[in-house]
T-cell receptor
Framework: NAGVMQNPRHLVRRRGQEARLRCSPM?????VYWYRQLPEEGLKFMVY????????ESGMPKERFSAEFPKEGPSILRIQQVVRGDSAAYFC????????????FGPGTRLTVL | GQNIDQPTEMTATEGAIVQINCTYQ??????LFWYQQHAGEAPTFLSY????GLEEKGRFSSFLSRSKGYSYLLLKELQMKDSASYLC????????????FGKGTKLSVIP
């Protein structure tokens, strides 16, 4: 049973470009969460999605960031017009349900903005 | 709001026992998770406590006191491969499915 998959594992972008991060949840999981980890910082919640719905985006910056989880295909975290401060590790997690279900994490995408 | 505190770094000897503490202040509480994260890798689930008391799972045990807002992770018979960061995370319950993480405790196991 494959775990949570994320790609790319490493992404380099120049300032002003767009970054697209993909996440495929574990088989049977319909809930996806995105977290960001800055150097020397803890993981910070960004957004929680179910298929075709954004449930909680309270941790998402109001501008340049968006997320989706379409009926078919992976969840995508999109960052427009990237800035150096966006450089971080972005982790996706999935769970089968909600509430207290354990969240299982993918290997992360390390975004570097030059 | 949510606040999680845990020590930044700890060092312990191979074969020994180490306890990593975590205190939390949350506006709502529905459980406490521990994850292990090796450098450059994904956090891996270790344990979940929602009721007071000790949960034992092999060499790892986790304890929770809800009244004190306190948890600890106990690692026995330390091995070199246990060198990693250990992340404490609270779950604030129904309607809010996000986890709030501490900054993590970097554990170094020495021979």
């Amino acid at each position: 049973n494959a775990g949570v998959m994320q790609n790319p594992r490493h992404l380099v972008r120049r300032r002003g470009q767009e970054a697209r991060l993909r996440c495929s949840p574990m088989k049977g999981h319909s809930h996806v969460y995105w977290y960001r980890q800055l150097p020397e910082e803890g993981l910070k919640f960004m957004v929680y999605l179910q298929k075709e719905n954004i449930i909680d985006e309270s941790g998402m910056p109001k501008e340049r960031f968006s997320a989706e989880f379409p009926k078919e295909g992976p969840s995508i975290l999109r960052i427009q017009q990237v800035v150096r401060g966006d450089s971080a590790a972005y982790f996706c997690a999935s769970s089968p349900g909600y509430d207290t279900d354990t969240q299982y994490f993918g290997p992360g995408t390390r975004l570097t903005v030059l | 709001g949510q606040n999680i505190d845990q020590p930044t770094e700890m060092t312990a000897t191979e074969g020994a026992i180490v306890q990593i503490n975590c205190t939390y202040q949350t506006s709502g509480f529905n459980g406490l998770f521990w994850y292990q994260q090796h450098a450059g890798e994904a956090p891996t689930f270790l344990s979940y406590n929602v009721l007071d008391g000790l949960e034992e799972k092999g060499r790892f045990s986790s304890f929770l006191s809800r009244s004190k807002g306190y948890s600890y992770l106990l690692l026995k018979e330390l091995q070199m491969k246990d060198s990693a960061s250990y992340l404490c995370a609270s779950h604030s319950g129904a309607g809010s499915y996000q986890l709030t993480f501490g900054k993590g405790t970097k554990l170094s196991v020495i021979p």
